[in-house]
């Protein structure tokens, strides 16, 4: 079946960089859109990413022009690429899919980003 495996996340000072992947199984991330989402706690799940079958890409205004969402098809991974990161960014990050008409989540991966 489908499964979905983030990694990448851990602690970063504020203004770095990190790199997330969603690693695919059970289905072809070239095929479907795939999207980022993330959790702070005791707050809602947010979107921060979606990247469609044809490469179209949306995020928020609060993330705009820092995160950056890819995919890497011999791979079928997902990736997310965050700079400038501020501690507002701290959250788990999930990734997920809609299969016909089954929405995939992964386990998700913890961010932190503090001095």
């Known amino acids: 079946q489908v499964q979905l495996v983030e990694s990448g996340g851990g602690l970063v000072h504020p203004g770095g960089s990190l790199r997330l992947s969603c690693a695919a199984s059970g289905m072809d991330v070239s095929t479907y859109t795939m999207a980022w989402y993330r959790q702070a706690s005791g707050n809602q799940r947010e979107l921060v990413a979606v990247?469609?079958?044809?490469?179209?890409?949306n995020y928020p205004d609060s993330v705009k022009d820092r995160f950056t969402i890819s995919r890497d098809n011999a791979k079928n991974m997902v990736s997310l690429q965050m700079s400038s990161l501020k501690p507002e960014d701290t959250a788990v990050y999930y990734c997920?899919?809609?299969?016909?008409?089954?929405?995939?989540w992964g386990q998700g991966t913890q961010v932190t980003v503090s001095s």
């Open positions: 990247i469609s079958s044809g490469g179209h890409t």
């Open positions: 997920n899919v809609y299969v016909g008409v089954k929405l995939f």
